[in-house]
């Protein structure tokens, strides 16, 4: 079965270090998201790429995050420097089409700790 | 803006009991609406959607109906296990293009024997 891979699965950085996060969606799916996941919480859209084309990044913190999918296929992510509020689980999802019936799957997801 | 209200937990159940987690949902439009389901250190997994008015969503014993008239996707199961143990999203989609999915905060299940 098809499955959104993500890498790494647990990150800890220390606080100002860069950090980076992997994704590759599902074969075929041309929408990919990323999202944050704080502890006891829903997740949160970062931002969202239809293609390589970025749709909606409203809620990303673009100081200090980044995020790129050059051929349309995977995608990284990436926070520099990291504080520690940004301590979270980073969740990648796609889906086949971003049309309102469809539905995202996801990734295990990044657990990050920044200390 | 979409947004979706879900009951908060943890809701506690002992082993066959009934289970109901309730949902609701503010949307522009007609919204598409989910049920994920997410276990310790994993990423969300798809329960169940219905994607009209009245629709009823379905898998694995859960059930969900779309009802438009009171903004509600309540999760429901006759008879639930320890295995269930888990934190349930409820989710939408609605227009305005883009169709991202926005979560709720979920509502954690535990299941005693």
């Known amino acids: 079965e098809a499955e959104v891979a993500q890498s790494p699965r647990y990150k800890i950085t220390e606080k100002s270090q860069a950090v980076a996060f992997w994704c590759d969606p599902i074969?075929?799916?041309?929408?990919l998201y990323w999202y944050r996941q704080i502890l006891g919480q829903g997740p949160e859209l970062l931002v969202q790429f239809q293609d390589e084309s970025v749709v909606d990044d409203s809620q990303l913190p673009k100081d200090r995050f980044s995020a790129e999918r050059l051929k349309g296929v995977d995608s990284t992510l990436k926070i520099q420097p990291a504080e520690l509020g940004d301590s979270a689980m980073y969740l990648c999802a796609s889906s086949f089409m971003g049309q309102k019936n469809t539905e995202a799957f996801f990734g295990q997801g990044t657990r990050l700790t920044v200390v | 803006g979409d947004s979706v209200t879900q009951m908060e937990g943890p809701v506690t159940l002992s082993e066959e009991a009934f289970l109901t987690i309730n949902c609701t949902y503010t949307a522009t439009g007609y919204p598409s609406l989910f049920w994920y389901v997410q276990y310790p250190g994993e990423g969300l997994q798809l329960l169940l959607k219905a994607t009209k008015a009245d629709d009823k969503g379905s898998n694995k014993g859960f059930e969900a109906t779309y009802r438009k008239e009171t903004t509600s996707f309540h999760l429901e199961k006759g008879s639930v296990q320890v295995s269930d143990s888990a934190v349930y999203f409820c989710?939408?989609?609605?227009?305005?293009?883009?169709?991202?999915?926005?979560f709720g905060r979920g509502t954690s299940l535990i299941v005693h024997p």
């Open positions: 074969s075929g799916h041309a929408t």
């Open positions: 989710a939408l989609k609605a227009g305005g293009g883009s169709y991202i999915p926005t």
